[in-house]
């Protein structure tokens, strides 16, 4: 997949907690959201990483620090070995261009009152170095070409568009500014299954044509088996794995991906009989009270007392060479 | 992985293209299936219209004094009748609804422009400007509209341009509040964030993103403001504080025609008819403006057009 290559961007030890208060004129803080606690990891350039986790996991959170659209509790993200935080305005201005993003819902994520033109040269507005005014209008129609649409159709509002059209709009918009990084938070969760192979593929030929990083954060394991060529698994603001899409999905060592994978439905029916289906017993625990030691082992049938007291760190383990974070890491083969 | 053509999706296939007309005439349009907004559209239309050509239209001079005509009841000369001075009471009328208009646009005027700008910056960057701005508003908002203007004229003394001023400022915290709440609703949309990702000013995601969201509850406010401000303005000159003799105001006409009611109604009931008509039609076309700009009541209004 991407070995050897060079490292765009680097996630190191990174936490966001939300404070929980009580009170309107004298706040006090009662309590934290521990919504990403600790997580790093790298991007090669031209690799996808996907991100996968139950809802509340925190996903959402890491694509937002990533952007520097919430200043983290703690931790750095570094962009070609520069720190996004520590940035003055006017390296934060060219950082902008580099890292982009496209958005879950491509119902809510275009102004409504502004034509998909206004919508996809906004950032060369703001940007307005990158394109000269009065080929503006000739870029635009170039990026709406690019991605499928037809660039007649630029002076249209978005509810003039369907779903998968919308998304299009979003991901020419990302791409407006040449960037290296796109961070995809759920980009085609809200679309149809038939739209959201036409979604992939075009991020996937975007990314063949010109090389751009995904970090690629989804809910659905397929759709990030299929593009990913790393996987990072995310439980209660925490990786507890991450490895190539083959380690992850073929030699899973945590419980919790297991658990995952074992429940992706499979549509051959003999297959089913012979799959090993893992129920998680309770819900998640709250982040803003996280259990102690492994996050996990309130919902993990492997706990034992060692997973109360001790944390266990992100390593490489026995039974594969993959990173995993659990005490009793071992391989199970839940899916084909 | 390639593109088939088939992945190359035609704009419009499944989504509801909707009919080529601007937002603005579809809003008129919704306006006019509504009875009561369209009376209150035409009545608008003429009130307008009087108070931009009532002087062409007047037969009289609103103020010249006619003594030995003094006291008339309404007859072909003078439909409405004369007052007091013998000034001709329909002349009056249609002079008023200029008095009226200018004071409520310039009043409505001060207060959107104020209202806008504090709800703006208090629903964006909430915290400790919202907290201050929004409590000084709570002050504004507790006096009684009247009494508060009462207060702003005793201290600016009385006059048409300080009417205008104390009524702008009675208004403020309505706008003020209808903006922030509108605010903090439309700062979290994703398209905000995703302005925000490409590294749009704070300005720019104003003015660019929330203030065009937010425009549908500013404007219904916007009419039925302007009702309430003609009222208070009559309210005012009722009092004595607004508009000064000789101008013509209904409300200093009513309080003329207040001292000679059993001798000569008509003096206050025509301009009392005035401000009733006009602050009716305002409220009808404000609560069309809030039916048609409602998304949700918009379709149901269209599919009702479409059943018929």
Known sequence: ?336 | MTDDPEDRATPGAGAPIAEHRTRTRETIGILLTNRLSAFGLVVMGLLIFTAVFGSMVAPYDPTSVDIPARLSGPSLDHPFGTDNLGRDVFSRVLAGARVSFQVGIVAVGISLTMGVVTGLVAGFYSGAADAVLMRAMDMLFAFPAILLAIAVLAVLGPGITNAMIAIGIVYIPIFARITRASTLVVKEELYVRAARSVGASDLRILRRHILPNILAPIIVQTSLSLAFAILAEAALSFLGLGVQRPTPAWGRMLAEGRDFVNQAPWMGIFPGIAVFVTVLAFNFVGDGLRDALDPKQKSVIESRGRAV
Request: hydrophobic share 40%; glycine share 6%.
């Open chain 1, 1 to 336: 997949m991407a070995p050897q290559r060079e490292t765009i961007l680097r996630v190191e030890n990174i936490a966001k907690y939300f404070p929980i208060t009580r009170g309107i004129v004298f706040q006090t803080k009662i309590g934290e959201v521990k919504a990403v606690d600790g997580v790093s990891f790298d991007l090669a350039k031209g690799e996808t990483v996907g991100v996968v986790g139950e809802s509340g996991c925190g996903k959402s959170t890491l694509a937002r620090l990533i952007m520097r659209l919430e200043h983290p509790t703690r931790g750095q993200v570094f962009y070609q070995d520069r720190d996004i935080f520590a940035m003055p305005g006017s390296a934060l201005r060219r950082l902008r261009r580099n890292i982009q993003m496209v958005m879950q819902d491509p119902y809510t994520s275009l102004n409504p009152r502004m034509t998909v033109g206004d919508i996809i040269g906004e950032p060369f507005e703001i940007h307005r170095d990158v394109a000269p005014r009065g080929d503006r209008r000739r870029k635009v129609q170039e990026l709406l070409d690019y991605v499928g649409l037809n660039p007649e159709h630029i002076s249209r509002y978005p509810h003039q568009f369907s779903g998968g059209q919308r998304q299009r709009i979003g991901i020419a918009r990302a791409l407006a500014l040449r960037p290296k990084i796109i961070v995809c938070d759920e980009p085609v969760s809200a679309l149809d299954v038939s739209i959201q192979a036409q979604v992939i593929n075009l991020l996937e030929r975007l990314q063949n044509e010109l090389g751009l990083a995904y970090i690629f954060i989804a809910h659905d394991l397929s759709v990030v088996r299929h593009i990913s060529d790393r996987v990072a698994v995310m439980y209660l603001g925490k990786v507890v794995e991450i490895g190539t899409e083959d380690e992850i999905y073929g030699r899973p060592t945590h419980p919790y991906t297991q658990a995952l994978l074992s429940a992706v439905p499979v549509p051959d029916p003999t297959a089913r009989a012979h799959r090993d289906v893992i129920r998680l017993e309770g819900d998640v625990p709250s982040p803003a009270n996280p259990p102690s030691g492994c996050r996990f082992r309130t919902r993990c049938w492997k706990a034992k007392p060692i997973c109360t007291e001790q944390e266990p760190p992100l390593t490489a383990q026995q039974a594969d060479p993959h990173l995993s974070a659990c005490h009793f890491a071992e391989l199970r083969h839940v899916v084909a």
